[in-house]
C-alpha cells in the first residue's frame, strides 16, 4: 500500500505540473499570441547556441517553449524562408563555439540555399574562436554573406584540439582495477581506464580524423572567404588576432556593435525594421508549407539502450530506446500515406542488441516495400552505425563521425581498494561462472576466456552484417573496421557510407526512391507525431501509480525536459558506456 501511494503522489504531482505548464503554453500560444507577419522582413536567427538534435519542442510546442527549436525544424524553416517572398534577409547572431560540426554544415546547407534564392544573410559575434579549441563559431560564419566583429572581440580562431584524460594510474594509486577487453586496437573509449595514454593505433586514427575535420573546414571557409586555402591556414595558425588585424586579411568584413549591424540590416531591408524571430515565423500561417507526399522521419537520438534505463525519479538523461524507435518505424511502415521514411541518427553507440534491433527493424520495413534514407547527423557510431548499416541508402555529413566498427566491455574493480579500508566481501554463489563481472572479486582464467569469447561473437556479428549490407570483401571490411573512427568524407571512401550532404539530401533521395514526382511538393511527417507522445507520456505517467512504483519511480523523458524548462532540474545520470573521446569539450 506505502508503494502504491508513493507512486499515485508522484503522478498527481507530476500531472498537476504538467497542467500548468500547458495552460501557461496555451495561454502564451495562438490565439493570443499570434499576429499577422509583415509583408517585408528579415528573419533573425539566434545561433548563440546551435539547435540540439532533439528537444521537447514537440510536445509543448506553439507558446511557452516555441523558442526551443531542433536542428531539423530549424533547417526547415530556413529553406521555407528561401522560398517566402516576403522574407527578404537573414540576421544571425553567432556564438558557439563547441557545436557538432555536422549541424554546422547543415545551417550552411540552409544558408547557402537561402542566399541562393538572392536574399542577404549578415551574422554579428562578440567574439571567434576565443577558447582557442575549436572553430564551430567561424565555420558557421564563413557562410555567411557579412561578417562583424565587435571592437572590443577578437578573433582566436586556432584550430581543434582533443584532450582525454587517462585514469588507470589514478586508479591503480587507489586500488582500483578495470577489467574488461575491446575489440580491436583502434576501439579507443575504453582506453581512459586501460591505457595510460593514447595507443599508437589510437593517436594516429584520431589524427587522422582531426585532419579530415580541420581540411574540411580550411576548404570550405577559403571557398566562401575567397582565399586560398594555404594563406587562410596560415592565419588561423598565427591567431589570435585583433578584429581590424582580421579585417585587413579578409576573415571578417566589419567592425561594430550589434546596433552597427543591425542598422546595416536594416538599410540592407530598404530601411524596413521589421526584424522577425525564428519562432513567430514557425507559428506564422501564411509561410509556404511542405505538405503533399508523405516522408516519415523517425529518429534515434542518444545513447541506444534497450527498455527503461532505471535510475532515481526525475533523473536527466538522453537516451535512444530502442522500443520506441523500432515502434515509430513499424508506425510508419504500416502508414499507407508514407511512401518513404527518413531515420535521423545521432548516437555515439550504445548495446549491441538495442542496436541490432533497429537494424533488423530497418530491414524489415525495406522488406515490407518501403525505402528508408539515413541521414546521420553529429555523430552515428559503433551502435548508431549498426542501426543504419541496413538503409537503402546512408547520407552522412562531411563531418559527421562515424563507424567506430568494434565492441568493448569494462567494469571496475575495486577489492584491493576494499581490502586496504578493512572490508572484506565474500561471496556464496550457485554456477561456475556466477558473479564474473563483480567487482569484488577478480574474474577467473575461465571467465577471462567467457569474457574474450562474447566479444569475439559480438564483433563477428557486428562485421558480418556491415560485409552484408555494404557488400564488402574481407580487406576492405578490415580496413573499415577493428574500431576505427572516420569522419563522413573518410567513411565514404571506405565504402561505409553512400553520400555526403545533410537532411534536404537525404529527402531528395528518398523523394526519388518513393518514385514521388518531382513537381509534387512533399511533407516532412515525424514519427511518432504529436498525439501520440502526449498518449505516450500519460500513459507513463498513470503508470507510475501501479504497485511497482516503489523507489524505482522514475518519470518519462519527455516529463522531465517540461519540468526542466520551468526551472527544475536535476542532476545527470550514470553513463553506462563511454562514448567517443570528447571532441566538442
Known sequence: MRRYIVGLLATVGALTLLAVAGIIAFAASKPFAAKPLPQ?????????SLPPETTSTDLLSGGLFRSSRDIVETVQLLWQAADDPRVTGLYVEIGDQTAGLARVQELRQAIAHFRGKGKFAIGFAESLGSSSSHFADYYLATSLEQIWLQPSGGFGVAGISVETPFLKTGLDKLGVKVEGGKRYEYKSAPDSFLETGYTRPARDNLQQLLDSLFGQFIADSASDRRLEAPALRRLIDSAPHEPEQARRDGLIDKIGYRTDVLDEVYKRAGNKRDLVTLADYAADEARPKQDGEVIALVRASGAI??????????EEESLANADDVVEALED??????VRAIVLRIDSPGGTYPAADAIADAVGRVRAAGKPVIVSMSDVAASGGYLAAVRGDVIVAQPTTITASIGVFSIWPMAHELLASLGVNVERVSVGTNAGMYSPFQSPSPAQQRAVNRELDTIYSEFTRVVADARKLNADRLDAAAR?????????????????LGGLQLALSIARAKAGIDETKRVELRRYPDETERWQRLFGRLFKLASSDAGQTIRLPREAREALARLGITTRPGNVRLPPLPPLWQ
Open 40 to 48: 517585408q522582413m528579415v528573419l533573425s536567427l539566434d545561433l548563440r
Open 305 to 314: 539502450t534497450s527498455g527503461p534505463s532505471g535510475g532515481s525519479p526525475l
Open 332 to 337: 510508419a511502415s504500416k502508414a499507407k500515406e
Open 483 to 499: 574500431g576505427r573512427v572516420f569522419s563522413g568524407v573518410d567513411a565514404k571512401k571506405a565504402g561505409l557510407i553512400d553520400e
